[in-house]
């Protein structure tokens, strides 16, 4: 079956540093979402890529959309301790009515 | 900002017992879910919900787990003599509609956090 795998799983930064998580999908995605999950919450939608190549920015989060529409990243600059949780993607189930989600990466910053 | 709430928030069951959890969704929603997520782990499709019937489940939605909508406004997760690897966070979301190509954003609820001893 699809497969939506994220690396790294884990993530330390130091506060100001960037920070990139990665997702590769094993099928191609019609389109890819980012969602939040702080530690103890639920995952909150961020951003919807539909296109190929597509980049979107939300103050000090970019996210990107391969070309190939079968990865994506998002990449924070300058992290805060407010960054801190679990980001994961997650892409449309081929012609189905569910969202896959990927392995999650776990952000932790050290102020 | 309308939200998904379920209740409650956490469910001690014994081994062998059945459970209920409950879930309102965003009124003008048309899309249903249940997912699961095992401590630390990733988010798991447990089954969608659309025009009063299942429309995907995934391989762990067996005959142990059940959906239903008895009203306007609820959405149910039974599970039938729940086992210990029962044991996760259950998160209920809505949407819009997945559309094809174009999927909504899902809204998640604060989730149920199960616990089968």
Same mark, same amino acid.
């Given at each position: 079956?699809?497969?939506?795998?994220?690396?790294?799983?884990?993530?330390?930064?130091?506060?100001?540093?960037?920070?990139?998580?990665?997702?590769?999908?094993?099928?191609?995605?019609?389109?890819?979402?980012?969602?939040?999950?702080?530690?103890?919450?639920?995952?909150?939608?961020?951003?919807?890529?539909?296109?190929?190549?597509?980049?979107?920015?939300?103050?000090?989060?970019?996210?990107?959309?391969?070309?190939?529409?079968?990865?994506?990243?998002?990449?924070?600059?300058?992290?805060?301790?407010?960054?801190?949780?679990?980001?994961?993607?997650?892409?449309?189930?081929?012609?189905?009515?569910?969202?896959?989600?990927?392995?999650?990466?776990?952000?932790?910053?050290?102020? | 900002?309308?939200?998904?709430?379920?209740?409650?928030?956490?469910?001690?069951?014994?081994?062998?017992?059945?459970?209920? $959890?409950?879930?309102?969704?965003?009124?003008?929603? $048309?899309?249903?879910?249940?997912?699961?997520?095992? $401590?630390?782990? #990733?988010?798991?499709?447990?089954?969608? +919900?659309?025009?009063?019937?299942?429309?995907? #489940?995934?391989?762990?939605?067996?005959?142990?787990?059940?959906?239903?909508?008895?009203?306007?406004?609820?959405?149910?997760? #039974?599970?039938?003599?729940?086992? $210990?690897?029962?044991?996760?966070?259950?998160?209920?979301?809505?949407?819009?509609?997945?559309?094809?190509? +174009? +999927?909504?954003?899902?809204?998640?609820?604060?989730?149920?956090?199960?616990?089968?001893?």
């Amino acid at each position: 079956g699809q497969q939506v795998m994220q690396i790294p799983q884990y993530q330390h930064v130091q506060e100001g540093e960037d920070f990139t998580t990665y997702c590769n999908s094993s099928t191609t995605l019609s389109n890819i979402q980012w969602y939040k999950q702080r530690p103890g919450g639920h995952p909150v939608f961020l951003i919807q890529l539909v296109k190929s190549g597509e980049v979107k920015k939300q103050k000090r989060l970019t996210f990107q959309f391969g070309e190939a529409k079968k990865n994506s990243s998002l990449h924070i600059t300058a992290t805060q301790t407010t960054d801190v949780g679990t980001y994961f993607c997650a892409g449309p189930g081929g012609a189905t009515n569910k969202l896959i989600f990927g392995t999650g990466t776990l952000l932790a910053v050290q102020p | 900002e309308p939200e998904v709430t379920q209740t409650p928030s956490h469910q001690v069951t014994q081994m062998g017992q059945e459970v209920i $959890l409950r879930c309102v969704p965003i009124s003008n929603h $048309l899309y249903f879910y249940w997912y699961r997520q095992i $401590l630390g782990q #990733k988010v798991e499709f447990l089954v969608s +919900f659309y025009n009063n019937e299942i429309s995907e #489940k995934s391989e762990i939605f067996d005959d142990q787990f059940s959906v239903e909508r008895p009203d306007g406004s609820n959405f149910t997760l #039974k599970i039938r003599s729940t086992k $210990l690897e029962d044991s996760a966070m259950y998160f209920c979301a809505s949407s819009v509609s997945p559309g094809q190509g +174009f +999927f909504s954003p899902l809204h998640f609820g604060n989730g149920t956090r199960l616990t089968v001893t």
